[in-house]
């Protein structure tokens, strides 16, 4: 999702006293198994809850509770001192109530300054009719935000002088190549071209996804556009893109150039060239996540705030929509390249190289993210989800990621990401101003 705007709404963020246990009982709830849920959390934390009725007026919602519960709780183990407020119509609202007007059931938010973390909080719920919270180790679906990631194992490997940027993909592609034909003949492609997207391939703009249980097929079907892929098969239609449309077919492509050069599958490729030298420690790609990453997986929840069947789709299309993290760990991969830019750590990009793919002098020609302004950015919405950075383009001094178990969210997201650009800007101004750090997020 390259041309995603970013979109902010104005807020200010405060610091006041968190809200105590106590406080919680006078809210009501409409249904059994919301007090169900409240009985079994109360007794995990010693706490008792009343629940007044009040007829059958609802006051409040029971996940606008459990925001409230929630984040109560992190506050009192030591994050963040900082809440956020948002103001409407001349009145200040708390994150909870923010939450329940836009149907969000979890959100995790990640503001590193520097390279270091000044604000990581989660919100709400990963799985509602569980009544599971997020937790700084609640891994979402992040879509679009795939891309980038397969991007930077292949500029590893352009570093390395083992690619080249303006060499026809054919040279690199082994089990599958692109058919020829009078474009590619007149005009090879190449990697340049896939990560800018600047050739017409007229092929879906994102996967639809597919249903637990679904047969998932292959890459090489994928490719093919061979049952069960719901795609038609990667072909160049046109030799430039005119309309601007993009499409995963090139991320299709640049994952088969990294198994053709490594002789591993994707998934394996991703942990051992990116996540474990960036220690992502709860990252991964999968098109059929195992129990044990699942055990910490959020929900998706669709537009009508319903759980979605088998709680998430499946994306065989690895690169373009399988991946899986924290707000945490996306924070660190965006960090890497900004510390490359700035020449502090060469080991996956030297700083020329960085420039040539984040800073251009053209910046539609920025390569690994999206640039827009002042910033860098990127999205990805995956049914039940929805996930977007930004990050400083000017100093590299400032990273946002919020990722939310809601379809589609694009506003919400915006204005969350906006209020943490201001955390980091008030931070940048006033650098005595110190928003303490959980001592449970190392």
């Keep these: ?25 006078f809210y009501t709830f409409e249904n059994q198994r919301a007090l169900n849920h409240v009985s079994c959390l109360g007794g995990l934390y010693n706490q008792r809850i009343n629940l007044v009725p009040y007829n059958n007026t609802l006051v409040m919602k029971i996940k606008l509770f459990f925001a409230i519960f929630f984040g109560s709780l992190s506050m009192a183990f030591g994050q963040s001192t900082y809440q956020l407020q948002f103001e409407q119509d001349g009145q200040t609202i708390g994150m909870a109530a923010r939450m329940a007007q836009e149907q969000t059931n979890g959100v995790a938010m990640v503001v590193l300054l520097d390279g270091e973390p000044i604000f990581r909080e989660e919100w709400g719920l990963r799985d509602a009719e569980k009544a599971l919270p997020v ?56 990697i340049r071209d ?39 098969p990667v ?78 789709m499946r994306y065989p299309e690895l690169a373009a929509s399988g991946m899986y993290t924290t707000a945490y760990d996306y924070a660190l991969f965006v960090q890497a390249a900004l510390a490359a830019l700035e020449g502090e750590d060469e080991r996956f990009l030297t700083q020329s190289l960085a420039k040539e793919l984040l800073n251009p002098e053209n910046s539609e020609e920025a390569m690994l993210f999206n640039r827009g302004g002042t910033n860098f950015f990127w999205g990805g919405a995956t049914k039940g989800f929805y996930s977007q950075f930004e990050a400083d383009a000017l ?28 955390l980091a800007m008030q931070q940048i101004a006033n650098p005595t101003m110190n928003p303490s750090k959980s001592d449970n997020h190392e």
Aim: hydrophobic share 35%; proline share 7%.
């Design 1 to 25: 999702m390259r041309h995603l705007q970013p979109t902010h709404k104005s807020g200010v963020l405060t610091s006041k006293p968190p809200l105590s246990i106590p406080d919680l009982q």
């Design 135 to 190: 937790t700084d180790n609640t891994v979402f679906q992040v879509g679009s935000m795939s891309q980038p990631v397969a991007q930077f194992a292949i500029f590893r490997l352009v570093k390395e002088g083992k690619l080249d940027l303006d060499t026809d993909i054919n040279n690199y592609l082994q089990s599958w190549q692109l058919p020829e034909n009078k474009i590619t003949r007149s005009r090879p492609v190449t």
């Design 194 to 232: 896939l990560c800018l997207q600047r050739r017409g391939f007229k092929f879906p703009y994102k996967p639809d996804g597919f249903t637990k249980g679904a047969l998932l097929p292959t890459h090489l079907q994928l490719l093919e556009g061979e049952r069960p892929a719901q795609n038609p």
């Design 235 to 312: 072909r160049l239609k046109k030799d430039v893109n005119r309309s601007g449309n993009e499409s995963f077919s090139t991320a299709l492509i640049l994952q088969q150039i990294l198994m053709d050069y490594y002789q591993q599958f994707f998934p394996e490729i991703a942990q051992q060239q990116v996540f474990e030298p960036l220690g992502m420690k709860n990252s991964f790609f999968a098109a059929e996540p195992t129990v044990d990453q699942q055990r910490d997986m959020a929900v998706g929840y669709d537009d009508d705030n319903q759980r979605l069947a088998g709680d998430f």
């Design 395 to 422: 100093q590299h001094r400032w990273v946002v990621v919020v990722l939310m178990n809601d379809n589609v969210n694009w506003r919400f997201n915006g204005e969350l990401r906006g209020k943490g650009i201001e």
